[in-house]
């Protein structure tokens, strides 16, 4: 079991949502913590030592892994539906060259465990919960361009793990859709729970939703997602492995939930002209509970509320 507490840590991307979320927890947990950011943001953490990086340039890479134990790859360059499908480039040439320049950073200067933040874009189109071993490299269209990003990456991982002679232990994470404080709410690039929190914020009346509302997805609220993480992390676990909440959750749902936080029930228009994503993604979270003996504890209700909450305060 690896004891974090007074362990230093880097977090790339950690003006970002999972890497805010993530560094106040380890700070708070007595951790020596180092963050890189891309961007200038008013988004810090008293006891972070933030560091400006462009994680494409190899001499910021070696100088944000020096003298580091773990490093927890959150940077990535991501976005909703919409640039997905129109503009899917966008995420391959930055987040292949950032990962590969950030592995080969840790390896050289000796980092003791690289987790790498993957996807659920991995996965086959299916109609049951994907386990890990269900990856085939046959992706849904939408995700051609990202899921093999992030299959590359994971197979990178997995060369610095296994197939050389000193190895580095590498974690692959791939978590389901996370939502919560912290998301991105912009208009252009929220994804759907964060674009329905601001509408319904809002009070859109009558209200736009991209699709029919039938979508099933996986969400898992980043709080849940960030005490899996932390148990994953402190077992000798390598590998890939799912952080979710085994739930099937529907757009409608998600609706439901924020119509009783909102106390509100706008007229819906559901526009299946829209860019969506694939219709049916749930996952199998038996391998992450057998082995940490970790579940999520924050119903979707709730998680909404809380995610309500905090966006509201921020506006």
């Known amino acids: 079991m690896l004891e974090l507490?007074?362990?230093?840590?880097?977090?790339?991307?950690?003006?970002?949502?999972?890497?805010?979320n993530l560094v106040q927890r380890l700070v708070n947990m007595n951790c020596d913590v180092r963050g890189t950011y891309f961007r200038e943001t008013k988004r810090r953490y008293e006891g972070c030592e933030y560091i400006n990086c462009d994680l494409t340039r190899e001499q910021d890479c070696d100088k944000a892994t020096r003298?580091?134990?773990?490093?927890?790859?959150?940077?990535?360059?991501?976005?909703?539906?919409?640039?997905?499908t129109k503009r899917p480039l966008t995420h391959l040439t930055p987040n292949i060259v950032m990962n590969a320049?950030?592995?080969?950073?840790?390896?050289?200067?000796?980092?003791?465990?690289f987790v790498f933040i993957s996807s659920n874009t991995v996965y086959p189109d299916t109609n049951f919960p994907v386990k890990e071993a269900d990856v085939n490299y046959k992706l849904y269209q939408g995700y051609h361009v990202v899921g093999w990003m992030k299959l590359f990456s994971e197979i990178m991982c997995d060369m610095y793990a296994s197939k050389i002679p000193e190895t580095m232990p590498s974690v692959i994470v791939r978590p389901s859709n996370l939502y919560?404080?912290?998301?991105?709410?912009?208009?252009?690039?929220?994804?759907?729970?964060?674009?329905?929190?601001?509408?319904?914020?809002?009070?859109?009346?009558?209200?736009?939703v991209w699709g029919d509302g039938n979508d099933v997805k996986d969400f898992l609220y980043i709080d849940?997602?960030?005490?899996?993480?932390?148990?994953?992390?402190k077992t000798?676990?390598?590998?890939?492995?799912?952080?979710?909440?085994?739930?099937?959750?529907?757009?409608?749902?998600?609706?439901s939930s924020?119509?009783?936080?909102?106390?509100?029930?706008?007229?819906?228009?559901?526009?299946?002209?829209?860019?969506?994503?694939?219709?049916y993604?749930?996952?199998?979270?038996?391998?992450?509970?057998?082995?940490?003996?970790w579940s999520p504890s924050t119903s979707l209700t709730e998680g909404l509320t809380r995610t309500l909450e905090w966006y509201e305060g921020t506006v």
């Open 5 to 20: 507490s007074g362990k230093k840590i880097l977090v790339t991307g950690a003006t970002g949502f999972v890497g805010h």
């Open 67 to 84: 003298d580091i134990d773990l490093v927890i790859m959150c940077a990535a360059n991501s976005s909703g539906a919409e640039v997905m």
């Open 101 to 113: 320049q950030m592995l080969q950073a840790s390896y050289e200067n000796k980092v003791k465990k």
């Open 180 to 208: 919560g404080p912290y998301d991105k709410f912009d208009p252009q690039k929220s994804k759907v729970i964060a674009a329905l929190t601001r509408r319904f914020s809002q009070r859109e009346n009558p209200m736009s």
């Open 224 to 233: 849940d997602f960030i005490d899996g993480l932390l148990k994953l992390i």
């Open 236 to 255: 000798d676990y390598v590998g890939a492995i799912n952080i979710c909440s085994g739930q099937k959750t529907t757009i409608k749902d998600v609706i």
């Open 258 to 279: 924020l119509k009783i936080a909102t106390d509100t029930s706008p007229k819906l228009e559901f526009d299946t002209s829209k860019p969506s994503m694939i219709p």
């Open 281 to 293: 993604r749930t996952m199998d979270g038996s391998k992450m509970f057998n082995l940490t003996g």
